[in-house]
């Protein structure tokens, strides 16, 4: 019997998606390991660049048109509007949203995660938070308990969201910043 084939695609051959590419390499092994025949890909409008640490870059249309059972996709870029408009436009097309954890990254009790998500090495998710789709959590970053947090939203590296704060569609939080409990942000 011939074995499946899926594909996975992670938007972004630049600074994000190379940092990421590992975590989805370690986390799609663990998920397929020995199940399927998986290929990877960079998605990149530039594609200048045939290949990223050993990982061929390729443009949307040729990562659409491969020939596969299922194809799976992330999306490496922090800009908001340009992750939703990615999305969306790939959900379109019968790919799948493929959530990218590092093996680091803890999520503790009665969180709620939307599909898309990527939380890098010591990314924490407390308890009982409400995290909307393709959130990214960057590096040492965190959120607390009864956090509500939009879609689209992106935690740079060392994020510290502490309990109690809603935050809006879309929002970015810089490097570092520390976000006092109860607050809203738009």
């Not at 011939?2 to 590419?21: D, H, N, P, T």
Request: charged share 20%; glycine share 10%; aromatic share 8%.
């Amino acid at each position: 019997k011939l074995m499946r084939k899926i594909i996975i695609g992670l938007y972004g051959a630049s600074g994000f998606g190379s940092e990421v590419m590992p975590i989805l390499l370690e986390k799609a092994e663990s998920d397929f390991s020995g199940k399927i025949d998986i290929e990877y890909f960079f998605i990149d409008s530039n594609t200048v660049i045939k290949e990223l640490n050993s990982i061929k870059v390729i443009d949307e249309e040729t990562f659409l048109s491969q020939d596969c059972d299922e194809s799976y996709f992330n999306i490496a870029i922090a800009d908001s509007m340009t992750r939703k408009e990615i999305a969306e436009r790939l959900i379109e097309k019968g790919c799948k949203p493929y959530d990218i954890q590092s093996s680091s990254a803890k999520i503790m009790y009665g969180n709620k995660i939307g599909e898309g998500s990527i939380l890098t090495h010591n990314s924490i998710v407390t308890s009982n938070a409400t995290i909307g789709r393709f959130f990214h959590s960057n590096l040492n970053s965190y959120v607390a308990h009864k956090c509500v947090i939009g879609d689209y939203v992106t935690l740079a590296p060392g994020v510290m969201v502490n309990g109690n704060i809603n935050i809006g569609d879309c929002a970015y939080l810089g490097t570092g910043a520390v976000l006092k409990q109860g607050i809203n942000i738009g």
